[in-house]
């Protein structure tokens, strides 16, 4: 085989798989697996989100290094699906170079996501978790007509700004003055909860979440890439919220709430991921069980939280039902577990305890934007303690049934 073309084509497939939303430690996962089926004496792979770097040695005791950087990534989970479907079959039959190529290029070949879906996301999305947010009807008529712009301004501008800071300023300060144009002709009442809706659709604190689950896994260069990542999307927002407030001299915070109807908040938390999940370009039967998880989610949560009223508790609780229902579905269906465990988290990420830290940066509140920063490291923590649970109760099962779960370099030393 032509080694040097092999490496090439694994080497595709991972930048493609980042490129795609692939969580670091399962990237490496896959990359290590196809090595290894292609009988390379000794891989070494590394990856942040933004490179890429494979060195090999072959049967033949060469040397090969590749290095790939990633500059840009957009969430394709459908893409992800294959991509995966794909090193499982690298895996079982070791193609040739030839091979591998069509192979790499059927995938991306696929049909693209018919273009309305991003419109019924997106409406979905902000709107769903305006009205979970406590929005009321006319609230809700604002979000749905700012979430149609954020999609059609945002598939625009995504075009022609790869600086994320600055999209989120351009997209937030958009929103905010139609918000805010909107309220005083009388059509809508809460500015903030309407923007904490739409904020989900431009970043949420899952960045930071997965940030710390990576520090906490002693990734630490990943995990304090995707956070400060998070950090500079968030600082877009601000920068966007804070000039239309004082441009046209406005902003109010009358805090957010829960709707009070508890059927309420699961059927619109459940739309709005439902959304997210159209968002994140998810396909077919994948959506409903995405779905199905952001219900239960929600509703675990809210059970804990009745029991014993603790937000860190009834997160940490609600994350391991999501980490061990995205565990079970992505055996079930073959697929990576963040396309079931993205979707069915976003009721628990704490998008409006984001807000009041900006709202409150840029109030002048020091104590608001101090109590709600605290809130929401604590609630990421909840969120990462649970993942890693399951990831560790995972990988006592797999290990207890002698099947490989995470494959790391000192796994292939140990076997050779």
Request: hydrophobic share 50%.
């Amino acid at each position: 085989m032509d080694y040097k073309r092999i490496l090439q084509g694994i080497l595709n497939i991972g930048e493609s798989m980042l490129k795609s939303g692939a969580e670091n430690f399962r990237l490496e996962d896959s990359l290590y697996r196809m090595c290894r089926s292609y009988g390379f004496v000794h891989s070494d792979v590394f990856i942040i989100p933004s490179n890429i770097q494979i060195t090999v040695e072959t049967p033949d005791g060469e040397i090969l290094t590749q290095i790939r950087h990633v500059e840009t990534t957009d969430i394709d989970f459908d893409r992800l699906d294959y991509l995966n479907n794909l090193c499982r079959y690298v895996c079982d039959n070791t193609p040739d170079e030839k091979t591998l190529r069509e192979k790499y290029l059927e995938v991306l070949n696929r049909p693209k996501q018919h273009p309305a879906a991003k419109y019924f996301a997106g409406v979905m999305g902000g709107t769903g978790f305006a009205v979970f947010f406590g929005c009321n009807f006319m609230d809700a008529i604002v979000a749905v007509i700012v979430s149609l712009m954020i999609v059609i301004v945002g598939e625009w501008l995504s075009k022609r700004e790869d600086n994320l800071l600055i999209y989120n300023m351009i997209l937030a300060f958009l929103s905010e003055v139609i918000i805010i144009v909107m309220i005083r002709l009388g059509i809508g009442t809460h500015s903030d909860r309407i923007m904490i809706g739409i904020v989900m659709l431009l970043i949420s604190a899952l960045g930071t979440t997965n940030g710390i689950r990576d520090l906490l896994q002693r990734d630490f260069i990943s995990g304090f890439l995707n956070i400060m990542n998070s950090f500079l999307g968030a600082a877009g927002i601000a920068f966007g919220i804070a000039l239309a407030m004082l441009l046209l001299d406005d902003g109010t915070s009358n805090g957010f709430i829960l709707n009070h109807s508890i059927p309420v908040q699961l059927i619109s938390c459940t739309i709005a991921c439902t959304g997210f999940a159209l968002w994140f370009k998810i396909r077919g039967r994948q959506v409903l069980y995405s779905s199905v998880g952001a219900f239960f989610t929600w509703a675990i949560y809210l059970l804990v939280f009745y029991l014993r009223p603790s937000n860190f508790l009834a997160t940490l609780v609600a994350s391991v039902f999501v980490g061990f229902f995205a565990f079970i579905m992505s055996r079930i269906n073959k697929a990576p577990s963040t396309i079931f465990l993205t979707a069915s988290v976003f009721p628990l990420i704490p998008g409006p305890n984001l807000y009041y830290v900006m709202y409150g940066c840029v109030s002048r509140n020091i104590n608001m934007a101090f109590s709600e920063t605290l809130v929401l490291i604590s609630t990421c923590l909840a969120i990462a303690f649970g993942f890693i649970i399951v990831d560790m109760v995972s990988r006592y099962i797999m290990s207890a049934l002698k099947r490989d779960y995470h494959i790391s370099k000192k796994n292939i030393v140990n076997n050779q």
